[in-house]
Every structure is written in structure tokens, then in C-alpha cells.
């Protein structure tokens, strides 16, 4: 069986939306396309490349496995992080490369594709993207990340019982993601006796943060949570750190990449994330682990997991679909997976619920020494 291949093509320039043209009957020996729409240029870009290595080592496995009858080619289209290039490069997946199965990331612009995908009744799967309202946004829109309502639940206790940090000012970015965390943090923080004592908006293009900074350390926190995403988070570390706050800086899952971990300024900054145990004894974890660390040279993170399983478990329910005899498309993925609803992932077992959200262990992590290290 031929391995995986992957081909990225620009997004194209305009934003129209194309019809849902698909062949009448697919050749056997073609491969199954799955597709990906992450940021791939852009001050995004980082993530955009440690999403494709995590679906890549997955298609390796599945591959190498022999898994499924036909082989699975990775078509990447680029999002930049917004929301009209997703539209664009959606409507290219399911009407020329006849994707039926699509990972998605960024709440933005999943939630600018969810409804093409729902009307071409193609699986989109986010490991990435994290804002509340994501749950239930399509049947066919489904996440194997824990989604900020359930971040914030786990790091407002910390904060406060842990940290005795009561007192949490928050900079957010102005857009779905950051307006869901300001509702979570709202209601959190009272209901575990501390107190959101600012909350600052800043522009998606914002890069320079002095004046809100300045605003921030007026309300005299214990804590900054800082809810963006890509290079801004690091900005925003930066100015803190520079304009001299040294209160705790915390933050969700997206602080979980290179760029932050050997960030000195960042040093001692908490974040939630799945749990994730490289070193145990659970089989395919420790696989992942290996494969990846010998293809890239580096131990995975979180985001690299979260794609893995995003992309294996196409492999996996496509089996299922091909033993029964049955043809491999949305609506016959999203049957099985109701049907099977636990499956073995890299972390341990996921469960998903009606909507297609899985549920998942969380822990808080502390950068600490150009290290992530698991605290609570």
C-alpha cells in the first residue's frame, strides 16, 4: 500500500463560494483525501506546521498498518488564520479534492467553514481551536480538543486555591475565542471565591501593548490570563515582562508550543491542556512518541497529539466502514462513530459524546527551564 503523500496549493483569491461538485463514482485505487486547513504562511504558520506533523505521523501509521484498502493522501490548503481564505480553501476540498474528511483549527475560521462542511455533509475535526461555542456547531463538526469552558474550569481553581490568586485581569483578544473566555472567566472566578478585576481587548493585528499594559497593572492583579493566539501571545508576554509585571501569567493550551517554551519572558507562565503522558506504558502513546521524535527530531507537544488523533481516527473508522461493506463518506464516518463512540488514542482512550466532542483529562503545566512540565 502506497504511503501517504501531502500537497499544498495557495489559496485562491477570491472568497466565493463553489458548488458541492463531486464525481458520481470514485476509481477504487484512488486515494482517500483527507484535508487540512491550517495557517501556513503568516505569523500563524508555526501552528500550522506542527498540526500537518502530527497528521502526518498519523497517515504513517495507518499506512504502515495496512489499515485501509485504498491509500490516504494529506491535501493542505492554506488558512492563513482567517476566516476568508478557510471559505475558500473549504469549497476547494470538498468540490475539487473530494474530501469527506477535514481538520480544522482556529474558532474564527472553523466556525466561517462549518456550514459549507455541513451542507457537503463532510467530517471536519478541530484539535486546535478552543472557543465554547464550538460544541454542537454541526454533526459533522467535531473536536478532539477541550474547548475553553473546560480550560477555564481547571485553571481558575489552580489560581486561586494553588496560586492564592484571586485577583486575575485578563487581555483578550476581539474575536470568537476571546469574547468565549471572557464569559467563562466571568463566571469562574466568583463561583471560586476570586474576581476578574479588568478585561482588555486587544485588536487580532495589535503587536504593540504599552498603553493596555499600563491599564492592566492599575487594577493590581495577581494573576494576567492572556487569551490570543500565535505570535500575539508572545507579544503580549513580552510587554507584560518589559513594563514590569511580574504577577503570574497564565493562559490555555495555546501556550503549548516551541516559541513560548524558550521565551524567557515566559518563564513560570501556567497554561491547561490535555493530559498527555509520553513516558507510560499506554502502547500507541509511546509509539507516537518514537515515530515522531525519529521523523522531526524533537518529542511531541499536545498540539502535535491532538492531530495524530484527529487523523487516525479517519483511519479507524474507515475500517470499520470498509468491513461492512460500506462506502467511505461523512455520513457513513459519523455512523460509526456513534456507534463505537471509545477508541484507543494517542493519551489513552477518547470518548466522544453526541455532538462529536471528546472528553479528556486536563492538567495545568508550568513553563519552567525551556520546559513543560505538568503541575496540577
Not at 490570543?228 to 513594563?243: E, H, P, T
Request: proline letters at 5%.
Amino acid at each position: 500500500m502506497s504511503g501517504p503523500t501531502i500537497g499544498r496549493r495557495g489559496a485562491l483569491a477570491a472568497g466565493l463560494a463553489l458548488p458541492f461538485i463531486r464525481p458520481a463514482t470514485a476509481q477504487t485505487t484512488e486515494p482517500y483525501v483527507m484535508g487540512s486547513l491550517f495557517p501556513m504562511s503568516g505569523p500563524s504558520a508555526e501552528f500550522g506546521e506542527a498540526f500537518t506533523r502530527g497528521a502526518q505521523v498519523a497517515l504513517q501509521h495507518i499506512a504502515a498498518d495496512n489499515m485501509l484498502r485504498r491509500p490516504v493522501r494529506l491535501q493542505s490548503e492554506d488558512s492563513q488564520a482567517l476566516p476568508q481564505p478557510s471559505v475558500v480553501g473549504m469549497n476547494k476540498l470538498i468540490s475539487v479534492d473530494r474530501a469527506h474528511w477535514v481538520l480544522v483549527s482556529w474558532t474564527a475560521t472553523s466556525k466561517a467553514v462549518a456550514p459549507i462542511g455541513d451542507r457537503a455533509k463532510t467530517i471536519m475535526v478541530n484539535g486546535g481551536a478552543v472557543g465554547p461555542d464550538l460544541a454542537g456547531l454541526s454533526p459533522y463538526f467535531w473536536n478532539v480538543i477541550a474547548l475553553a469552558h473546560l480550560e477555564v474550569q481547571v485553571m481558575v481553581p489552580f489560581l486561586v486555591r494553588q496560586r492564592n490568586a484571586r485577583r486575575v485581569a485578563l487581555i483578550y483578544v476581539d474575536d470568537p475565542l476571546g469574547d468565549g473566555i471572557l464569559g467563562q472567566l466571568r463566571t469562574a472566578l466568583p463561583r471560586n471565591g476570586g474576581e476578574l478585576v479588568g478585561s482588555f481587548s486587544v485588536p487580532r493585528a495589535a503587536q504593540q501593548f504599552g498603553p493596555v499594559v499600563a491599564r492592566v497593572r492599575q487594577t493590581r492583579p495577581d494573576a494576567v490570563y492572556v487569551a490570543s493566539f500565535g505570535a500575539q501571545n508572545a507579544q503580549i508576554v513580552k510587554a507584560l515582562r518589559d513594563n514590569g509585571v511580574t504577577q503570574t501569567i497564565c493562559s490555555y493550551s495555546a501556550f503549548g508550543i516551541d516559541s513560548l517554551r524558550t521565551m524567557p519572558e515566559a518563564e513560570g507562565a501556567l497554561f491547561t491542556s490535555q493530559k498527555l503522558d509520553l513516558t507510560g506504558a499506554h502502547a500507541l502513546t509511546s509509539r507516537f512518541a518514537a515515530d515522531f521524535q525519529a521523523r522531526f527530531g524533537q518529542a511531541p507537544l499536545v498540539y502535535h497529539a491532538n492531530y495524530y488523533n484527529a487523523a487516525y481516527l479517519f483511519g479507524l473508522l474507515a475500517k470499520q466502514v470498509e468491513a461492512a461493506g460500506g462506502t467511505v463518506n461523512g455520513d457513513s464516518l459519523r455512523a460509526a462513530m456513534l456507534a463505537t463512540r471509545k477508541f484507543d488514542l494517542v493519551g489513552g482512550e477518547g470518548e466522544f459524546d453526541e455532538q462529536g466532542n471528546m472528553l479528556t483529562q486536563m492538567q495545568v503545566n508550568e513553563i519552567r527551564g525551556q520546559q513543560f512540565v505538568a503541575i496540577g
